[in-house]
C-alpha cells in the first residue's frame, strides 16, 4: 500500500477531531451566552419600578453587578434621584433588608464598587486638568453630587441608612464606609483616593469662605 494513502484517512481523523473539538467549543460558548441571556434580569426604571423589583436586580448575580459601568453609574444615579422621598426611599430600605446576607452583599459590592470606580476615574480626570479655575470648578460640581449620594446611603435626620440595609457592616457611617474601601483597593488607588479627598476638602473650604464673604461674613 502506497505510504500517502495510508497516512490520508489518519490525516482525516486528526482533522476530523479538531473541526470536533472546535466546533464543540463554540456549542460550549454559545451555551452558556444563552444561558446569560435567559438568565439575566431586566433592568428596572427607577422613576417606574418598585422597590421589590429595584431590589431583586440589584441582588441577582446577573443583574447590576454585571453592567458595564457606565450603565451601573447611570443606575444608580436614577436611584438616587428617584428615591429621594422618604417613603420611597423606606420602601427600598425595607426591601433590600429582606434579601438574604449573601443577596445584601451582591447589592453592597455593586453599589460600593460603581462608587469606588467613579470616584477613581473623577480623581484621573482631575489630575488631567491644569487651569486651577478650572479645578475648582471641577470639584464644585463633584462635591454635590458626592454629597448627594452620601446622605441618599447613609440616611439621617429621620430617613433610612440605605447602606445599612445592604449590608450590616456599613452601619457605622463614614468610618464604616472608608473601611469597606480600604479593604477593597490597592495601595495605589488608596493613595489617590487620599490625594483627591484632601483637594476636596480645600475646595470645600474655600467655597465655604466664598459663601460667607458673600453674605458679608454672616
Do not use: C
Not at 93 to 111: K, N
Not at 194 to 216: D, F, H, N, P, V
Request: aromatic share 6%; charged share 25%.
Amino acid at each position: 500500500m502506497d505510504v500517502d494513502q495510508g497516512q490520508t484517512p489518519r490525516r482525516n481523523r486528526r482533522v476530523l477531531i479538531i473541526v470536533g473539538i472546535i466546533a464543540g467549543l463554540v456549542l460550549v460558548g454559545l451555551g452558556w451566552i444563552a444561558v446569560g441571556w435567559l438568565v439575566t434580569p431586566h433592568q428596572p426604571d427607577p422613576a417606574r419600578a418598585s422597590a421589590a423589583e429595584i431590589a431583586h436586580y440589584m441582588s441577582h448575580p446577573f443583574g447590576m453587578r454585571k453592567l458595564q459601568q457606565a450603565r451601573r453609574q447611570a443606575l444608580l444615579d436614577g436611584l438616587v434621584t428617584e428615591y429621594q422621598p422618604k417613603e420611597r426611599r423606606q420602601d427600598l430600605a425595607t426591601a433590600l433588608e429582606t434579601l438574604t446576607p449573601a443577596q445584601r452583599e451582591i447589592v453592597r459590592d455593586a453599589v460600593f464598587d460603581t462608587v469606588k470606580t467613579r470616584f477613581l476615574a473623577d480623581a484621573r480626570a482631575f489630575e488631567r486638568i491644569q487651569d486651577p479655575a478650572a479645578q475648582q470648578e471641577f470639584l464644585f460640581g463633584r462635591m454635590d453630587q458626592y454629597d448627594a449620594l452620601r446622605r441618599w446611603l447613609a440616611g439621617g435626620r429621620g430617613m433610612p441608612s440605605l447602606a445599612a440595609s445592604m449590608s450590616d457592616s456599613l452601619t457605622g457611617g463614614d468610618e464604616a464606609y472608608m473601611q469597606y474601601i480600604v479593604t477593597h483597593t490597592t495601595a495605589e488607588q488608596r493613595e489617590m483616593i487620599q490625594g483627591y479627598l484632601e483637594k476636596i476638602a480645600a475646595a470645600a473650604s474655600q467655597r465655604a469662605l466664598m459663601q460667607k464673604l458673600s453674605t458679608g461674613g454672616k
